[in-house]
């Protein structure tokens, strides 16, 4: 004879562990459609930044005779790495010693017992001046635009002018690299995907910016194809443009 009890609770049973996979799945579903989404709208930013490209060079063409060795995305690391050249000329003008002191006592009533400290956290750089009592009398911050690649020797030529008033708007409008070389920091995802599978410092660029090799880690990497995969350039300080 069946037993009533027994049927109802193996049902019972049954019904739960089939509910706890649906959910299981469902959460699934709703990762691969997130990522899906994600993927969606790299393909739009990335087609997007294909046609400005194509508008820049349309240009170029216009404006210049055609070098079938133009490279559109070399021009910009040029320009960015003549930024980051005159951003260095700035710090050094600015901290000499005698110009410093007088940038100190110009700004602060005196330079006696001041002193200027920069500090970096992630994305975030400050600027502060501190007195001899340890008390910080003036702070500068600034944080990098989530679009945009951090530069330690910017940053700071942004700091110093806010600091002191200077006019710095040629490094607050600096030009984003697109061509990856020696020394940058990036990251690069999975095809297809917005999940980052490395993240490192660029050790080598070979077969005419195909391949990258990178440090992700303590651990070399090479042979990453960033023409197949999406990348991102995270840090140019210390870039070998």
């Known amino acids: ?27 699934k579903i709703a990762k691969w459609e997130t990522k899906i989404a994600d993927a969606q709208r790299s393909i739009v930013k990335y087609k997007n930044y294909q046609d400005n490209l194509k508008g820049s060079i349309d240009l170029i063409k216009g404006e210049m005779p055609l070098d079938s060795n133009f490279n559109p995305s070399q021009q910009i690391n040029a320009q960015r790495r003549q930024v980051i050249q005159e951003a260095k ?25 001041l002193r200027v400290y920069f500090d970096i956290y992630n994305d975030t750089m400050g600027v502060g001046v501190m007195g001899s009592n ?46 990856v070389v020696e020394g940058m920091e990036i990251q690069v995802y999975y095809e297809c995907l917005d999940d980052i599978e490395h993240h490192g410092r660029v050790l080598d660029v070979y077969e005419n910016g195909q391949y990258v090799e990178l440090n992700d880690s303590g651990h070399t ?16 300080t ?4």
């Open 221 to 236: 990497v090479q042979g990453i194809d960033i023409t197949r995969q999406n990348f991102k350039i995270i840090d140019d």
């Open 1 to 27: 004879m069946v037993n009533r009890k027994e049927v109802i609770e193996f049902l019972s049973s049954e019904k739960e562990y089939y509910s706890n996979q649906v959910e299981k799945l469902a959460e």
């Open 134 to 179: 340890f008390f910080t009398v003036e702070r500068k911050t600034i944080q990098c635009h989530p679009d945009d690649v951090f530069n330690t020797h910017i940053g700071k030529a942004i700091l110093l002018g806010r600091l002191f008033n200077f006019d710095v708007s040629k490094f607050e409008d600096a030009p984003q690299p697109t061509e």
């Open 89 to 113: 000329e700035l710090i050094d003008r600015t901290t000499e010693k005698e110009r410093f002191r007088e940038l100190l006592h110009s700004t602060f009533g005196t330079s006696s017992g």
């Open 238 to 241: 210390n870039a070998v443009y």
